[in-house]
């Protein structure tokens, strides 16, 4: 399967897990509200992908089977896939971001997504997969 990264969309109890991204700016969308996630490494899956830079990014380890809606989306770099978990609130870790980031918790998920720091393809998704489980 060709891919070139994953995201994860990560609730903790009701909240939204949000990295700030780094304010570089030769990264895209710098500054901007982001999710667990990145690009392909090997030969690993989709799922492992979005896990592993969870894991690398906010210190969660959130087991495979965790991951309950996942959508594959086009976009210029090639196939990303998009993934959601919910974990109960207060899981261990989270808080811990790597080097320049800082890790935000969205009482609303809605809010990231209407927020004008969100990412907008982030926002996108997430909101697709609000709107299938909401009806």
Do not use: N
């Not at 901007?32 to 906010?58: H, N, Q």
């Not at 980031?101 to 997504?113: K, N």
Request: hydrophobic share 35%.
């Amino acid at each position: 399967m060709s891919f070139s990264g994953a995201k994860l969309a990560l609730f903790l109890g009701r909240d939204l897990l949000v990295i700030k991204r780094d304010d570089k700016p030769d990264i895209p969308y710098p500054g901007y509200w982001d999710l667990p996630g990145g690009g392909r490494e090997g030969g690993e899956s989709p799922e492992d992908c979005a896990l592993r830079e969870t894991f690398e990014e906010v210190s969660l380890l959130i087991p495979k089977a965790d991951l309950i809606w996942s959508k594959s989306y086009q976009r210029p770099r090639g196939v990303v896939w998009f993934f959601v978990s919910h974990q109960p609130a207060g899981s261990g870790g989270a808080g811990e971001a790597g080097v320049g980031r800082s890790v935000l918790a969205v009482e609303d998920p809605r809010d990231y997504c209407a927020h004008d720091r969100a990412v907008p393809h982030f926002a996108e998704q997430l909101r697709h997969y609000l709107d299938h489980v909401q009806g």
